[in-house]
């Protein structure tokens, strides 16, 4: 991919990134573990370094107040901010993103720091 591809598709992930938690208003303080609560986890674009944040609830299975589906290797939840599919998995930090789009969509990664 060209470098100005590149820049755009960082700055379609910040973007929607920034948009989702306009809307949620922030981040709610990390209150526990798996299964009691909600968490903050920080994540980076290799590419631009931007870092934002996504918040899971595992009381409600959500992921920033989106329905989210939980596996033991996987997160997956769409975004309502974005229209985008994302996938974490949960073994490596690794987020992917599938924005679709008239013009076959784009693919976006980054890289969240877990807690375990």
């Known amino acids: ?3 100005k591809l590149l820049q755009s598709l960082a700055l379609t992930a910040t973007l929607g990134a920034t948009i ?3 809307v949620l208003g922030g981040v709610a303080p990390a209150t526990g573990a798996e299964g009691h609560g909600a968490t903050a986890i920080t ?3 290799p590419i631009s370094g931007a ?3 996504i918040e899971i609830d595992y009381d409600r299975n959500t992921v920033d ?3 989210a589906r939980f596996s033991d290797s996987q997160i997956r939840w769409k975004a ?3 229209g985008g599919n994302y996938t974490l998995d949960r073994k490596t930090g690794n987020l992917t993103v599938v924005m679709a789009s008239s013009t076959g969509g784009s693919f976006l990664y980054d890289r969240c720091k877990l807690d375990n």
């Open 65 to 67: 107040a989106n329905p």
């Open 80 to 82: 309502s901010a974005d």
């Open 1 to 3: 991919m060209g470098s």
């Open 43 to 45: 994540c980076t674009n």
């Open 20 to 22: 989702a938690m306009s």
């Open 51 to 53: 870092t934002f944040q």
